[in-house]
T-cell receptor
Framework: DTGVSQDPRHKITKRGQNVTFRCDPI?????LYWYRQTLGQGPEFLTY????????KSRLLSDRFSAERPKGSFSTLEIQRTEQGDSAMYLC?????????????FGPGTRLLVL | DQQVKQNSPSLSVQEGRISILNCDYT??????FLWYKKYPAEGPTFLIS?????DKNEDGRFTVFLNKSAKHLSLHIVPSQPGDSAVYFC??????????FGAGTRLTVKP
């Protein structure tokens, strides 16, 4: 396994369009996280899954955003009716839950530009 | 709410010297701290971590120090190499909760 992968790496879309991103975690990892990163900031938590259950959502995740992990493996993040403020790097991370030392491993990210 | 702060947006050091990156946090419930390194157009790469029961963790050229009373941690890189030039993020978490990141410090190591 080569790590967390994300697709696409780059996406340019027009305001109002819907976009969907995919994340494939490290195969034995049961937790999957989505983050958003804007210029000059660290990653900001959006949501996370343990297996197929979505356990937590940030208040940053407006109702235009939806994430799924239907079989507890890959996940998708959909943004509906995109706005220019959605332009950011969307990062996915995965981890193996198990107490104190849970380390998240990140994918390369999907850079979204909304025109 | 900025629970994890990296107050220095950039740091420049000479090759071979020590790099010290600092991080402060406000939430005393955090019990696991991590440093990630990020190159342009890539996701953050895990570098080193420390749990709250320790005050030091070392891995090769990288050492992380934790001062719980001051709610402060630091990353030392000795000796610094040009390939260490990247943005370094400090992160903090607690069991079964999301991880919070600082805004990052851009390290430049000059040959």
């Amino acid at each position: 396994d080569t790590g967390v992968s994300q697709d696409p790496r780059h996406k340019i879309t027009k305001r109002g369009q819907n976009v969907t991103f995919r994340c494939d975690p490290i195969s034995e990892h049961n937790r999957l996280y989505w983050y958003r990163q804007t210029l000059g900031q660290g990653p900001e938590f959006l949501t996370y899954f343990q297996n197929e259950a979505q356990l937590e959502k940030s208040r940053l995740l407006s109702d235009r955003f939806s994430a799924e992990r239907p079989k507890g493996s890959f996940s998708t993040l959909e943004i509906q009716r995109t706005e220019q403020g959605d332009s950011a790097m969307y990062l996915c991370a995965s981890s193996l839950s198990g107490g104190l030392k849970e380390t998240q491993y990140f994918g390369p990210g999907t850079r979204l530009l909304v025109l | 709410d900025q629970q994890v702060k990296q107050n220095s947006p950039s740091l420049s050091v000479q090759e071979g010297r020590i790099s010290i990156l600092n991080c402060d946090y406000t939430n005393s419930m955090f019990d696991y701290f991590l440093w990630y390194k990020k190159y342009p157009a890539e996701g953050p790469t895990f570098l080193i971590s420390i749990s709250s029961i320790k005050d030091k963790n070392e891995d090769g050229r990288f050492t992380v120090f934790l001062n719980k009373s001051a709610k402060h941690l630091s990353l030392h890189i000795v000796p610094s190499q040009p390939g260490d030039s990247a943005v370094y993020f400090c992160a903090a978490s607690r069991v079964n909760n999301d991880m919070r990141f600082g805004a990052g410090t851009r390290l430049t190591v000059k040959p």
